[in-house]
């Protein structure tokens, strides 16, 4: 879409736009059930075009949950990206393993790293080095999640050991990195946010919150803690001391469990008494950390295979989903409808027009739906657990 016309658009106004426009390439940045939609809308569009854009899609972060899922629902793209060698091995596995075709999936790194090689704390006195002027205490950043762990109870867990480390190490500054700040939208919704449970405890004077860019607080980490956070391959890229918490369990639902052989899972227990963790130099490589510097190169495979893609002679073969009518008909018209798409791929009687702006009436009752949404899950449901826990 032109930079000049970004706007909210449905899953129909996107394809249509698709069937109008010229593109060589179309990144498919959306969640499975999307991006299944799409392939199948894309496949229904460019019926019959003697050439048609790569189409490229793949994750973000670390793939530690829905596995075969969220990959069968990518499956139709000319590139799903593997952002680690260890996620092109078991994406390769799970398209041969249902018999898909697998020659899609193309390792890169993780697209979110960067930031300077960390250098050392000066000295257990807790310093960093450099003039005078320039020191600063050794610092450790405690970088949460969302939504992991969700309870009340777990957070506060968290919390008062975190306080309590500060207490225990009062020359060094205690930083906890938080998501947003109060009132800013984000993508995950939090029932239980810290910097409203921290208000009911008592932090010492080296304890404090920090919110902004990930990257730059990593400019002055010493020790990065969290539970399972893209935080921690950030500070294994940079060669950060990293600690993945085991306080409440290696558990799938946490997601710490992806760290089981990083040499990175330690207790607060451990940290108090002065751990330091080493990551393991050969897990650390499978992940797509790239801690090695060839970071800059990492990503010359998917270029080098979509040059080769849009350069083939009388272009490329319609996209073919693993899910279609046949293979997942209980399924895939489900995932389809959602998306106002038909079985076959094409819109439904009724989809959204797609030069057809949203009205005042109906921008103002997806504000006040989303607010509405926004109270529940933060005020109302919170109540409705407690009420039901009595």
Not at 12 to 36: K, N, S
Not at 99 to 118: K, Q, R
Not at 324 to 350: E, K, M, V
């Amino acid at each position: 879409m032109h930079a000049d016309s970004l706007r909210e658009v449905t899953t129909v106004e996107f394809l249509r736009a698709m069937a109008e426009e010229e593109y060589d390439v179309v990144v498919v940045a959306l969640v499975g059930g999307g991006v299944q939609a799409v392939l199948h809308g894309l496949k229904r569009v460019w019926e019959g075009r003697e050439k048609r854009p790569v189409v490229v899609t793949g994750y973000v972060g670390v793939v530690y949950e829905k596995l075969a899922d969220g990959l069968l629902l990518r499956h139709g793209a000319d590139l799903v990206l593997a952002n680690s060698r260890q996620d092109a091995d078991r994406f390769r596995a799970v398209y041969e393993g249902v018999g898909a075709d697998a020659s899609s999936v193309t390792e890169v790194a993780l697209p979110f790293l960067g930031g300077a090689a960390y250098e050392g704390a000066a000295s257990s006195r807790g310093t960093t080095p450099g003039p005078p002027a320039e020191r600063r205490p050794y610092t450790v950043v405690f970088a949460v999640q969302p939504s992991v762990p969700d309870s009340r109870k777990d957070r506060t867990y968290l919390l008062n050991r975190l306080i309590r480390h500060a207490r225990l190490h009062p020359e060094r500054e205690v930083l906890l990195k938080l998501r947003s700040k109060p009132g800013e939208h984000t993508t995950h919704i939090e029932e239980q946010p810290y910097q409203k449970l921290v208000q009911r405890l008592d932090p010492p004077a080296n304890f404090r919150l920090v919110y902004g860019n990930m990257g730059e607080v990593l400019d002055r980490t010493d020790l990065l803690v969290t539970i399972s956070s893209t935080a921690a391959l950030e500070s294994l890229h940079r060669r950060i001391p990293t600690v993945v918490l085991t306080d409440l369990g290696v558990r799938e639902v946490l997601g710490n469990h992806h760290f089981v052989g990083s040499g990175c899972l330690a207790s607060w227990d451990q940290l108090d008494a002065g751990h330091r963790p080493v990551a393991d130099p050969e897990w650390v490589a499978r992940q797509g950390v790239v801690a090695d510097g060839s970071y800059e190169t990492a990503f010359d495979a998917a270029r080098e295979r979509i040059a080769k893609l849009l350069g083939r002679p009388g272009g490329l073969a319609p996209l073919t989903p693993y899910y279609t009518p046949a293979t997942a008909p209980g399924y895939l018209p489900g995932i389809l409808a959602r998306h106002h798409l038909g079985p076959d791929g094409s819109p439904l009687p009724g989809a959204p027009a797609a030069d057809r702006e949203p009205g005042p009436v109906r921008q103002i009752v997806r504000r006040a739906a989303r607010g509405a949404y926004r109270h529940g899950v933060q005020r109302v449901a919170p109540v409705i657990r407690r009420m039901g826990e009595l």
